[in-house]
């Protein structure tokens, strides 16, 4: 009894068989009709060997041979080679077509244009040069002038017999100025009476600076004067003068000269150094006034002459 092994291969054996068939017909020639004349030569070929030939050997499962790889098995009782399979279809070739990458044209742009603009000149500062100081603006005067718009004061002092007191305002510009005076003399009586004379003189004046420089003034005075006595009161023209010099910072020197001719006589003049710390100015000199009714009172000349020294203070603007 065969066994499974050998029936298995027969059965491999023949599916082989039958496939290769069913291969020829299903790759087949170019057409159907040589298949068919080859069948009917395959029929008269098998009917002559039949006639000629005994029966074929029947070849046992187990020794059946698997047809080659490479030919397939021919049909029982044919001497016919089977024609060699037809040759595979060559792969096809996968054309890939790759399109190129598009170029795009890019215009390079420009290189950048810088426009630095010119850094302005740098600044010209004009620094006015700071005004010189003077000494007397240091210490409180308003400047190293003797020039002053405005001062007033007074002074005093002995005189022969009895004291003396002045006082005075002066304004004045440029040029052009105001002077006045106002001066009192109490004296003891010259007749051994009792009591004491009372005189008084006033003057005033306009002033005209023929120099007028910061440390020198020069000045021209004209107006009229006033005096009165115990029995006297008399007034009459007057001319003068004055000069102020700067010795220093606070340190002036003053005069003054002042007379009038008719119809009494009277001539007062001074001189005096002056300290000045803005606004206040000290005076220390010497003053004489001479005076002379001119026989107004009883027909005879009196005259008096009064020296002495005199301090004073005052302020100027």
Not at 5 to 34: H, V
Not at 202 to 217: D, F, P
Not at 275 to 299: E, Q, S
């Amino acid at each position: 009894m065969p066994s499974f092994k050998n029936l298995l291969f027969a059965a491999l054996a023949a599916s082989l068989f039958f496939s290769a068939s069913e291969a020829e017909a299903r790759f087949g020639k170019s057409s159907r009709s040589d298949d068919s004349e080859k069948k009917e030569e395959k029929k008269e070929k098998k009917k002559k060997e039949d006639r000629d030939d005994p029966p074929p050997r029947r070849v046992h499962d187990a020794s059946a041979v698997a047809p080659s790889r490479y030919h397939e098995a021919s049909p029982v009782g044919s001497s016919r080679p089977r024609p060699p399979p037809p040759p595979p279809e060559p792969p096809r070739e996968r054309v890939i077509v790759v399109e190129p990458a598009p170029t795009y044209y890019v215009e390079p742009a420009p290189p950048p244009s810088y426009y630095v603009e010119p850094a302005p000149p740098p600044p010209s500062y004009y620094v006015e040069p700071a005004p010189v100081v003077q000494a007397a603006e240091v210490s409180g005067s308003r400047k190293d002038t003797i020039f002053s718009p405005l001062h007033m004061g007074f002074e005093g002092g002995p005189t022969d017999g009895g004291s003396r007191v002045n006082l005075f305002l002066a304004l004045e510009g440029e040029r052009l100025g105001l002077d006045g005076r106002l001066t009192g003399l109490s004296l003891a009586t010259d007749d051994g009476s009792a009591g004491r004379d009372e005189i008084a003189t006033l003057g005033l004046h306009l002033t005209y600076a023929i120099v007028a420089q910061e440390k020198v003034r020069l000045r021209l005075e004209g107006g009229f004067t006033y005096a009165e006595a115990p029995e006297l009161k008399v007034f009459g023209p007057s001319i003068g003068g004055s000069f102020e010099g700067r010795l220093s910072p606070h340190l002036d020197f003053e005069m003054r000269l002042q007379a009038t001719p008719f119809p009494y006589r009277q001539v007062d003049g001074q001189a005096a150094l002056a300290l000045k710390y803005m606004p206040f100015a000290f005076r220390a000199g010497w003053r004489t006034l001479l005076l002379n009714d001119a026989g107004y009172v009883d027909g005879v000349e009196h005259q008096d002459i009064f020296n002495g020294p005199f301090l004073g203070m005052g302020l100027f603007f």
